[in-house]
């Protein structure tokens, strides 16, 4: 595997497979990989000929106050995984490498689906992750691009970006992995004491009421979201940020029970802010 | 030459070219084409292999008010000029094809560089053209891009642009092409009655003044815009909107002649707004 730090050495490795006619998967990333991301690489790797994973923690889509310096760092411990995952490349940029001093583009969504959800507690997320992605696109020139479902905004917002700037870029969305338990495989996991990660149970055990409920044939929007909130708000450590149901493809709240509906939950555990989702299609 | 007005279309033969081995050269135009747009064809035709041409009244480049509806229109022409030389495809899209009804993305720059000169009151243009130049890099992914020194600020933009998001494009800029009397070539020239085509000879003959007392050695910014300025101000029909010394990169205002120093004019002759422009090095 080749662990490229510079843009030049990714353009031309990616320049050589091109020549050769091979597709190339891209899988950004973190970094701090576990088999959420690693289920990512084994798509890649069964959908394209090279697979190119990205390890960069992204500056512009943290804002002051969030993680972005105690977000979990272990590369090596990622380059053993990616490299058992038949990941032929990773791309480990420095920030300088990524932002120049003078750099000032974003790519935004200007609309009202970034603002939805996260959005609502993280309002320029978005733009940090358009623009990070525009840039790792830019970069590596995939032919595919993997996204997790369990960041169902993220997927969102990037098909969304990917569309309206015409990039030539499939984007596969993938299932959310997670712990025997049921918790959704999260870097964010780490934070966790031994009691948080038992009563982080609760996103996940909400997930199941809700998508239980409405596969009983529950049609009412407010009943799920209800029995959800319930259940989240009986865990003494939990403070839910949303209980929400969105459209799948706009992520804008829904009332109604058709097309495909994104139920999604974002609790604080603590200081530890996790999320996780399920889609009903009708 | 080939027609395609479908991204599909662009998107196939250029693959075709580069399965060939060819380079690619991407001259972006809004038509109307003059032989400002033809040295970039000639230009791109010289470095590139293969080159395309784009031919898209953009509308998110406009804001309310301004002229989308009225700005000057002839495919024909335009095809037969782009055809004699030497353009191998032109890009000819509806807007549809371009903007999707649900497209929210957009590419800004979000500095004060694009709130300079022209962005003072067209503070959505560059907006616009970051956006769609980004979907032509997206559709065409050209290995070098021409655009004109006359749009100076755009073609700053641009190259922040560029470089910021990682395009794997090449920005070159090109000389400003004249009308035998002076007037810079521009699409707009058209708008012009026959006494106002006169009048609007005092924004070149403005910039030549300024680069002659630059090349005399003036080095006092204010003494250049301000002989620039009254000569302007002595023209009836014309109105200025702005005479203004900016860095040649960074597009704010400079005091002190060093480095490379743009010296640009908009003019409104008429109701039609002209620019004009010289870069002096230091």
């Known amino acids: 595997m080749i662990i490229a730090t510079k843009i030049s050495e990714v353009r031309a490795q990616v320049a050589a497979w091109k020549k050769e006619g091979l597709t190339v998967g891209l899988v950004p990333t973190m970094g701090y990989l576990h088999e959420g991301h690693t289920s990512l690489v084994d798509r890649a790797g069964k959908d394209c000929d090279r697979v190119v994973a990205s390890v960069f923690v992204n500056p512009t889509q943290f804002a002051p106050g969030e993680d972005l310096e105690t977000y979990p760092r272990d590369f090596d411990h990622d380059c053993a995984l990616l490299e058992a995952h038949g990941c032929h490349l990773v791309f480990h940029p420095e920030v300088e490498e990524m ?7 974003f790519v935004e969504i200007l609309s009202e689906m970034p603002k939805q959800l996260c959005g609502k507690t993280r309002p320029t997320h978005f733009r940090g992750v358009c623009t990070v992605v525009s840039k790792l696109f830019n970069i590596v020139t995939p032919d595919k691009a993997f996204f997790g479902q369990k960041d169902a905004q993220q997927l969102a917002v990037i098909r969304r970006m990917a569309e309206d700037l015409s990039y030539p870029v499939e984007i596969v969305g993938c299932p959310i992995v997670r712990e025997k338990d049921g918790l959704a495989k ?21 997930v199941f ?22 259940l989240i708000e009986e865990e ?10 969105v459209d799948g493809v706009t992520m804008m709240p829904v009332e109604n029970m058709q097309g495909q509906i994104l139920f999604a939950v974002a609790v604080y555990i603590g200081k530890t802010r996790l ?4 889609i009903w299609k009708g």
């Open 99 to 105: 932002y120049s001093q003078d750099a000032a583009t």
């Open 209 to 230: 009421l809700g998508e239980e409920l409405a596969g009983q044939g529950e049609r009412d929007v407010k009943q799920i979201l209800g029995a959800m909130r319930k």
């Open 275 to 278: 999320i996780d989702n399920f």
């Open 186 to 206: 999260s870097s964010r996991n780490t934070y966790l004491s031994e009691t948080e990660r038992k009563a982080a149970l609760v996103l996940s055990k909400a």
């Open 236 to 245: 003494p450590l939990a403070r839910i940020d949303y209980v929400s149901a």
